[in-house]
């Protein structure tokens, strides 16, 4: 169907119309909204609106009697609109700091505790993905092999967070070189991350050769395997799985179950997630437009937490498709940004 240019009026009408469906979960009928309307019209002129509202598809009626609920076009209109204004959340959230005890520095800790804080202030499944480890600008680094084919990395971010990640790799390293690696890394990098490194390397290769003999190769080589690593695995946290269960009334109860299949292989979840980041402030995909979850039934609000202005991974609220978006839009914004702030040590 062509785009539908509406008019000031219908706009209101439909506005109104999926505010009180959210906030009510009933079919709205005419007379409710000529009732509740600012403006002078007849309820005969807003059933009139009603009815072409839905031959252009924003609205449904699920039964010859009933009101009308909005379809997924209707929510996407005043999603857009949401979006397009500057929202703030209603009160306060309570962001955590980085010298909390439950958190002392712990990168992963800090990722787990924002996912809470976005179940907990949404009423619905809050989750963050975890960035690797490349793409986190580093103080300092430290590679230690643990195995004939396994090194762990462990990293201190420019904002005194620790992280560690472990990488299988096919390059034998002797702990000796390992250490040579860091240092080098240590005194040449520091303030950058190891894509960074790893491109700067390659660039440069002839010329480091000369004087490292093969360490720069078996550097590079060992860079590749914590990227593809990354490129193919995710860490997500998530919580306030209970929170869904207990809105069994606003989902397909089948497709719920599989989407908390997608819950239990939260690499898989990751991944598919993972293909929504962006540099938008707010993302929301409705209902259809979230086919990677396979239920019609949900929503997905999410934005991007960034380093340096680099893209580090997404954080968001699941919820049902009928969820209040004016709340929550600010939520996710607000914590996506502090949480950018607190990674960057600019407060």
Same mark, same amino acid.
């Given at each position: 169907?062509?785009?539908?240019?509406?008019?000031?009026?219908?706009?209101?009408?439909?506005?109104?119309?999926?505010?009180?469906?959210?906030?009510?979960?009933?079919?709205?009928?005419?007379?409710?909204?000529?009732?509740?309307?600012?403006?002078?019209?007849?309820?005969?002129?807003?059933?009139?609106?009603?009815?072409?509202?839905?031959?252009?598809?924003?609205?449904?009626?699920?039964?010859?009697? +009933?009101?009308?609920?909005?379809?997924?076009?209707?929510?996407?209109?005043?999603?857009?609109? %949401?979006?397009?204004?500057?929202?703030?959340?209603?009160?306060?959230?309570?962001?955590?700091?980085?010298?909390?005890?439950?958190?002392?520095?712990?990168?992963?800790?800090?990722?787990?505790?924002?996912?809470?804080? %976005?179940?907990?202030?949404?009423?619905?499944?809050?989750?963050?993905?975890?960035?690797?480890?490349?793409? *986190?600008?580093?103080?300092?680094?430290?590679?230690?092999?643990? +195995?004939?084919?396994?090194?762990?990395?462990?990293?201190?971010? $420019?904002?005194?967070?620790?992280?560690?990640?472990?990488?299988?790799?096919?390059?034998?390293?002797?702990?000796?070189?390992?250490?040579?690696?860091?240092?080098?890394?240590?005194?040449?990098?520091?303030?950058?991350?190891?894509?960074?490194?790893?491109?700067?390397?390659?660039?440069?290769?002839?010329?480091?050769?000369?004087?490292?003999?093969?360490?720069?190769?078996? %550097?590079?080589?060992?860079?590749? +395997?914590?990227?593809?690593?990354?490129?193919?695995?995710?860490?997500?946290?998530?919580?306030?799985?209970?929170?869904?269960?207990?809105?069994?009334?606003?989902?397909?109860?089948?497709?719920?179950?599989?989407?908390?299949?997608?819950?239990?292989?939260?690499?898989?979840?990751?991944?598919?997630?993972?293909?929504?980041?962006?540099?938008?402030?707010?993302?929301?995909?409705?209902?259809?437009?979230?086919?990677?979850?396979? $239920?019609?039934?949900?929503?997905?609000?999410?934005?991007?937490?960034?380093?340096?202005?680099?893209?580090?991974?997404?954080?968001?609220? *699941?919820?049902?498709?009928?969820?209040?978006?004016?709340?929550?839009?600010?939520?996710?914004?607000?914590?996506?940004?502090?949480?950018?702030?607190?990674?960057?040590?600019?407060?």
């Amino acid at each position: 169907m062509k785009n539908v240019v509406l008019r000031d009026k219908d706009k209101q009408i439909l506005t109104l119309i999926v505010d009180s469906y959210l906030r009510i979960g009933n079919p709205i009928s005419s007379g409710f909204i000529a009732q509740k309307i600012q403006i002078s019209v007849s309820p005969a002129t807003v059933r009139n609106i009603m009815v072409k509202l839905e031959k252009q598809e924003f609205l449904f009626q699920p039964h010859t009697s +009933a009101g009308r609920i909005p379809t997924d076009k209707g929510l996407r209109f005043y999603v857009n609109n %949401l979006l397009s204004e500057a929202l703030l959340p209603d009160y306060m959230i309570d962001f955590p700091s980085e010298k909390q005890s439950h958190i002392k520095g712990d990168f992963k800790s800090l990722l787990n505790e924002v996912s809470k804080i %976005l179940s907990e202030y949404s009423d619905n499944l809050g989750f963050v993905l975890s960035p690797g480890i490349s793409k *986190i600008h580093f103080n300092h680094i430290r590679f230690i092999k643990i +195995a004939e084919n396994r090194v762990i990395s462990i990293l201190s971010t $420019t904002s005194n967070f620790i992280l560690n990640e472990t990488v299988q790799t096919n390059t034998y390293f002797t702990q000796v070189e390992l250490d040579r690696a860091s240092q080098y890394i240590n005194q040449n990098f520091r303030g950058k991350n190891l894509l960074y490194v790893r491109d700067y390397l390659l660039r440069e290769l002839p010329k480091y050769k000369i004087n490292y003999e093969n360490i720069i190769d078996k %550097l590079i080589s060992l860079l590749k +395997a914590y990227i593809s690593q990354e490129d193919q695995q995710g860490q997500i946290f998530l919580q306030g799985t209970p929170k869904l269960l207990e809105k069994h009334d606003l989902f397909n109860m089948e497709r719920l179950k599989a989407l908390f299949q997608n819950f239990e292989e939260k690499e898989k979840l990751a991944r598919l997630l993972s293909d929504f980041i962006s540099f938008e402030k707010v993302k929301v995909l409705i209902g259809s437009e979230l086919d990677v979850l396979d $239920t019609p039934d949900c929503s997905l609000i999410l934005s991007h937490y960034e380093d340096h202005n680099q893209v580090l991974g997404s954080l968001g609220i *699941i919820g049902p498709k009928r969820i209040p978006y004016k709340k929550i839009i600010p939520i996710v914004d607000y914590v996506a940004k502090r949480l950018s702030q607190m990674i960057t040590h600019n407060p």
